[in-house]
C-alpha cells in the first residue's frame, strides 16, 4: 500500500476528481491548505498599503492505493493535475504500514 | 426648495386670483377658490412629505447598512461586529439625543454659534410647518430628516479609530463631539440666524448644500484628530488587509443610492431643486471612480475593486456642498478631481506620514469635503438655485462663475471655522474621555479583537 499526496492548482482539483473517479477511485481526502514553492506569493495593494503575500491557496489530496494500482493512480493524478506552469504543484508518495475500515475492523487492502 | 415650491405656489395662485377676477366676486365661486387653494396647497404638501420621509429613510440607510458594511468590510474579520456597532450605536443613541434637545440646539432661533432650547423634548415640533426651514412639510418631517445627518456624522470618525476603541470611550466621546461640535456647527450652516448660515441671515454666507462643511469637514478632521491622538492599530501597518471587500462593495453602493435623500432632499421638497442636485450627485460619484481607478491603474498597474468604490464615496462627499448650487458638467469636474485629489491623500501622503487613519475617514471626507466646500465657491450659480433674491427681486450672483468671486473667500472662511472647531473640540473631548473612561482598548483585548473582547459575540461562525 502507498499513500498519494497531491499538492495541486484548486482549480484543477475538479479535472483531478473525475479522472480519478474513472480509473475506480472511490475513498480520498480533500483539504484547502497554503504555501509556496518556486512559484512565490504576489502582491496585493489596498488603498496605497502594500501588503506581499508568501503563501498562495493550494488544494491537497491524499489517498491510499492498493500496491498493484498505484502506477495507473499516479499517472492519472499526474496527467489531470499537470498545466505544464510553474505552481502545477507536487505529489509525495509513503508507504504505508496498515489501514484499519474503523467500522468493522478490516485490516490492510482489504480496509481501502 | 423653499423658493421654488413659493413660485409654483405662486403661478397657481395668480391663475386662481385670474379665476377670481373673472369670476366677479361670487361668494360661491370665492368659497370654490379658496378651497381650490387649499387643495393644491395639500396636493404640494404631500408630494414634499412623501419624498422628505423617503429620504429621511434613504439617509437613515447610509448609516445602517451602508457605512457598517463599508466599514465593517474594511477591517480584519475578528472586528466586524464591532465595527459595525459602532454606526449602529450612532443610530440609537444620537436619535435619544436629538428628540431630547439635540434639534433644538441646533435648528432653534438661539444666537449665531448655537440654537436655543425652545424644541426641547420637541415640544412645538409636530405637524404645522416651519416656515423658516421648509414651509411645505410637516416641522416633524424636517426635524426626523435632520436627525439622520447628526447620526451619520459621528458614524463616519468611527472610521479613523477602527479596530482599537472601547465602547465605553467610544459612546462617550461621539456623544459629547456630537453636542459640542456638530450642534454648533449645524446650526451656524443651517439654523435660523446661524453665522455662515447664507439664507437665514449669515454674518458670512457660506452654500452648503447638503453638508460639506457640517458633515465632511468635521468628521474628517476629527478623524485625523483622532488618529493622531489614539495612534496606531497594534502591529501597524503589517497585516491589516481589509476582511471583505465583497461587504465594503455592498456599503459603498447603498451609499451612493442612499446619498439621493442626502442630498436630492436637502432641496427640502420634491422640486426641480432636488432634480438637480439628484444629477449633480449621480454624476459626480460615477466621474469621481473613473478618476480615483485611473490614477490607480497609472499608479500601481491595476485598477481595485476598493478604489473604485472609495473613489464613488470620494465623488459623492465633494458633490455634497455643492448639489444644489451647481449644473451637470462642473459636477464631473469636481467628482473627478476629488477621486484623483482623495486617492493622492490616501495612497501618498498618509502613507508618507504614516499615521494611520484606518479606514481613510480623513482622506475622504476631510479632504474631500474642503475641496467640495471651496469648489461651490466657484462653480455655484443661480442659473440652478435662485433662492437669494436681492431688492428688486432679480437672482443674485453666486459663485464665481455668476462673477461673485469673493464667494471662494465665504466658502474658505466656512472651512476655516469647520477645521477649527473640528480640531479643538476634538482634542478638548478626546482628553477629557481619555482621563475619566478612557479611549484605548488594553493591547491584549485589542489582539483579541473588539467582537470577543468587547462584545462577548463573533461575527463569523462557520462551523455552527
Given amino acids: ?112 | 426648495m423653499i423658493s421654488e415650491n413659493r413660485c409654483r405656489m405662486l403661478r397657481l395662485s395668480s391663475f386662481c386670483v385670474l379665476l377670481a377676477g373673472v369670476a366677479q366676486a361670487d361668494p360661491a365661486t370665492d368659497a370654490k377658490i379658496a378651497g381650490l387653494e387649499t387643495a393644491v396647497k395639500a396636493a404640494q404638501s404631500a408630494g414634499d412629505n412623501a419624498w422628505m420621509m423617503t429620504s429621511a429613510a434613504l439617509v437613515l440607510m447610509m448609516t445602517g447598512p451602508g457605512l457598517a458594511l463599508f466599514y465593517g468590510g474594511l477591517v480584519r474579520k475578528k472586528n466586524i461586529l464591532g465595527t459595525m456597532m459602532q454606526s449602529f450605536m450612532m443610530m440609537a443613541m444620537i436619535t435619544v439625543l436629538w428628540g431630547l434637545f439635540g434639534y433644538s440646539l441646533a435648528f432653534g432661533e438661539g444666537s449665531a454659534f448655537l440654537g436655543d432650547l425652545r424644541y426641547m423634548f420637541l415640544e412645538g415640533v409636530g405637524s404645522a410647518p416651519n416656515p423658516d426651514y421648509a414651509g411645505t412639510i410637516p416641522q416633524q418631517t424636517f426635524m426626523v430628516y435632520q436627525l439622520m445627518f447628526a447620526i451619520i456624522t459621528p458614524g463616519l470618525i468611527t472610521g479613523a479609530f477602527a479596530e482599537r476603541m472601547k465602547f465605553s470611550g467610544m459612546a462617550l466621546f461621539l456623544l459629547l463631539w456630537t453636542v459640542f461640535v456638530y450642534f454648533p456647527m449645524a446650526h451656524m450652516v443651517w439654523g435660523k440666524g446661524g453665522l455662515l448660515n447664507a439664507f437665514l441671515g449669515g454674518k458670512f454666507p457660506c452654500f452648503d448644500f447638503a453638508g460639506g462643511t457640517v458633515v465632511h469637514i468635521t468628521s474628517g478632521v476629527s478623524a485625523l484628530v483622532c488618529a493622531l491622538y489614539l495612534g496606531k492599530r497594534v502591529g501597524f501597518p503589517e497585516g491589516m488587509k481589509p476582511h471583505s471587500l465583497t461587504l465594503s462593495f455592498i456599503g459603498a453602493c447603498l451609499l451612493w443610492v442612499g446619498w439621493f435623500g442626502f442630498n436630492a432632499g436637502s432641496a427640502l421638497g420634491a422640486s426641480g431643486l432636488a432634480t438637480s442636485a439628484f444629477v449633480a450627485t449621480h454624476f459626480a460619484a460615477a466621474a469621481a471612480a473613473l478618476g480615483w481607478m485611473g490614477a490607480e491603474w497609472i499608479g500601481n498597474g491595476k485598477p481595485s475593486a476598493l478604489g473604485g468604490i472609495s473613489g464613488a464615496v470620494a465623488g459623492l462627499v465633494a458633490i455634497t456642498p455643492a448639489s444644489g448650487f451647481v449644473k451637470p458638467m462642473p459636477a464631473l469636474f469636481i467628482g473627478f478631481l476629488a477621486g484623483l485629489v482623495c486617492y493622492f491623500m490616501v495612497a501618498v501622503v498618509k502613507q508618507k506620514f504614516g499615521y494611520d487613519d484606518s479606514l481613510d475617514a480623513f482622506g475622504v471626507h476631510g479632504a474631500g469635503g474642503t475641496l467640495g466646500a471651496i469648489l461651490t465657491g466657484v462653480f455655484a450659480t443661480n442659473a440652478v438655485n435662485d433662492t437669494l433674491k436681492d431688492a428688486a427681486g432679480k437672482p443674485v450672483a453666486l459663485g464665481l462663475v455668476d462673477g461673485n468671486g469673493a464667494q471662494v473667500m465665504n466658502q474658505i472662511i466656512g472651512c476655516g471655522i469647520a477645521w477649527g472647531l473640528a480640531i479643538v473640540g476634538t482634542l478638548v473631548i478626546l482628553k477629557v474621555v481619555d482621563m475619566t473612561v478612557g479611549l484605548r482598548m488594553t493591547k491584549e483585548a485589542e489582539t483579541q479583537g473588539m467582537d470577543l473582547s468587547l462584545h462577548g459575540e463573533e461575527g463569523y461562525i462557520l462551523e455552527s
Fill in chain 1, 1 to 112: 500500500m502507498k499513500k498519494l499526496e497531491g499538492i495541486i492548482q484548486p482549480f484543477k482539483l475538479q479535472e483531478v476528481l473525475d479522472a480519478l473517479k474513472a480509473t475506480g477511485v472511490d475513498g480520498l481526502t480533500v483539504s484547502e491548505v497554503k504555501g509556496h514553492g518556486r512559484q512565490k506569493g504576489h502582491k496585493e495593494v489596498y488603498r496605497g498599503m502594500e501588503y506581499n503575500v508568501d503563501f498562495l491557496p493550494k488544494t491537497k489530496i491524499e489517498l491510499v492505493a492498493a500496491e498493484g494500482r498505484v502506477d495507473e493512480i499516479l499517472a492519472t493524478l499526474l496527467k489531470a493535475a499537470r498545466t505544464g506552469q510553474i505552481g502545477d504543484g507536487k505529489i509525495f508518495i509513503y508507504e504505508v504500514v496498515d489501514a484499519i475500515r474503523i467500522r468493522n475492523g478490516d485490516r490492510g487492502e482489504a480496509a481501502l
